[in-house]
């Protein structure tokens, strides 16, 4: 069963970059999954942000694009986010995912998700 | 980009009663890449149905899905007290790109 949790700032400055990790456990990085961020402002809907695979091929949500990097670190079967130039906006619960299985585009498990705060 | 739309915002029900959920996207769904969560507070979300109408792991079978092409439906049969929660629906094409629905609250009448 594999299990993911976030972990990082839970607040950053406006302007600057935030930075996500996700540990997999339970499971290899290395599978057939793709593995994703999405997040939630408060009281709001989700957003997906972008997904990778276990060969660093990325795929990024177009309205993020020019400010996020998806990274991934097979040796300690973890992979990163990071978003740039943030802002208020950016403020949200920030949650990894992978896929339910090869070809099956639906998110289980998911993380716990971590809220962060964009504030001076 | 296929937005979804879900209907109604907020829907109030009873305990036993039946709760039919709408998603209407903006263009045809591909390959019935169509799935449904639930999502209680301060929690994350929790996948029901996948393709359309396939049931996770441990979703019991009062939760089922139908539809296709540009229009889904979500419905619980009978509703039980732990039912009440925000529900998405989310969708996948081949850009590729996954977006989700803003949400129906369902609450206790």
């Known amino acids: 069963q594999v299990l993911l949790q976030e972990s990082g700032p839970g607040l950053v400055k406006p302007s600057g970059t935030l930075s996500l990790t996700c540990a997999v456990s339970g499971g290899s990085i290395s599978s057939t999954n793709w593995w994703s961020w999405v997040r939630q402002p408060p009281g709001k809907g989700l957003e997906w942000i972008g997904q990778?695979?276990?060969?660093?091929?990325?795929n990024y949500n177009p309205s993020l694009k020019s400010r996020v990097n998806i990274s991934v670190d097979k040796s300690k079967n973890q992979f990163s986010l990071q978003l740039r130039s943030v802002t208020a906006a950016d403020t949200a619960v920030y949650y990894c995912?992978?896929?339910?299985?090869?070809?099956?585009?639906?998110?289980?498990?998911w993380g716990q998700g971590t809220l962060v705060t964009v504030s001076s | 980009e296929i937005v979804l739309t879900q209907s109604p915002g907020t829907v109030s029900l009873s305990p036993g009663e039946r709760a039919t959920l709408s998603c209407r996207a903006s263009?045809?769904?591909?390959?019935?890449?169509l799935a449904w969560y639930q999502q209680k507070p301060g929690q994350a979300p929790r996948l029901l149905i996948y393709?359309?109408?396939s049931r996770a792991t441990g979703i019991p079978d009062r939760f089922s899905g139908s539809g296709s092409g540009t229009d889904f439906t979500l419905t619980i049969s009978r509703l039980e007290p732990e039912d009440f929660a925000v529900y998405f629906c989310q969708q996948y094409d081949r850009s590729p790109m996954f977006t989700f629905g803003q949400g129906t609250k369902l609450e206790i009448k």
């Open positions: 995912a992978t896929e339910l299985g090869f070809g099956v585009p639906s998110f289980d498990p």
């Open positions: 263009q045809s769904v591909s390959s019935n890449y």
């Open positions: 393709g359309v109408s």
């Open positions: 990778i695979y276990h060969s660093g091929s990325t």
